[in-house]
T-cell receptor
Framework: NAGVMQNPRHLVRRRGQEARLRCSPMKGHSHVYWYRQLPEEGLKFMVYLQKENIIDESGMPKERFSAEFPKEGPSILRIQQVVRGDSAAYFCASSGTDFSTEAFFGQGTRLTVV | AQKVTQAQTEISVVEKEDVTLDCVYE???????LFWYKQPPSGELVFLIRRNSFDEQNEISGRYSWNFQKSTSSFNFTITASQVVDSAVYFC?????????????WGLGTSLAVNP
């Protein structure tokens, strides 16, 4: 049973470009959480999605960031017009109806903005 | 307020020493969950343990043990006879409620270096 898959593992973008980060949850999981790990700041919750719905986006920056989890396909975290401060590791976790997200993290996407 | 504090930023020990990583949490909820994760240099997050607020029994798993004390809002992690492979950043985290939203609140982590 494949775990949570994130791709790409590493992503380099120039300032002003768009970054798209993908998260495929474990089979049968319909809940996805995104976290960001900034250097020297630890991990912070960004957004919680269920299929086709955003449940909690209290951790998302107000501008340039968006997330979706369509009926089919992976969850996407999209960052428009990236800036150097967006450089970070982005992790996603998934859960099923038992809501036990904690064990199921992807390996992360490391975004570098140059 | 809901918060996790890991006061130790960095710890350095010599192999075979015991080491305790501290974690103090804050939440007003009566039902909550506490966790420890390991982040090795390769960067992935490795789940170590979950403890719910109603289970104060301490746990031991091999060289790892956890001490949960509600009276002091602490959930400390001890590694016995540390090894070089234990070198990593360790995070304590909290899910501060029993609802369906399982977002984690994280401490800033403790970087553990085990030297040969």
């Amino acid at each position: 049973n494949a775990g949570v898959m994130q791709n790409p593992r590493h992503l380099v973008r120039r300032r002003g470009q768009e970054a798209r980060l993908r998260c495929s949850p474990m089979k049968g999981h319909s809940h996805v959480y995104w976290y960001r790990q900034l250097p020297e700041e630890g991990l912070k919750f960004m957004v919680y999605l269920q299929k086709e719905n955003i449940i909690d986006e209290s951790g998302m920056p107000k501008e340039r960031f968006s997330a979706e989890f369509p009926k089919e396909g992976p969850s996407i975290l999209r960052i428009q017009q990236v800036v150097r401060g967006d450089s970070a590791a982005y992790f996603c976790a998934s859960s099923g109806t038992d809501f036990s997200t904690e064990a199921f993290f992807g390996q992360g996407t490391r975004l570098t903005v140059v | 307020a809901q918060k996790v504090t890991q006061a130790q930023t960095e710890i350095s020990v010599v192999e075979k020493e015991d080491v305790t990583l501290d974690c103090v949490y804050e939440t007003r909820d009566t039902t909550y969950y506490l966790f420890w994760y390991k982040q090795p240099p390769s960067g992935e997050l490795v789940f170590l343990i979950r403890r719910n607020s109603f289970d104060e029994q301490n746990e031991i798993s091999g060289r790892y043990s956890w001490n949960f004390q509600k009276s002091t809002s602490s959930f400390n992690f001890t590694i016995t006879a540390s090894q070089v492979v234990d070198s990593a950043v360790y995070f304590c985290a909290l899910i501060p409620n029993a609802g369906n939203n399982r977002k984690l609140i994280w401490g800033l982590g403790t970087s553990l270096a085990v030297n040969p």
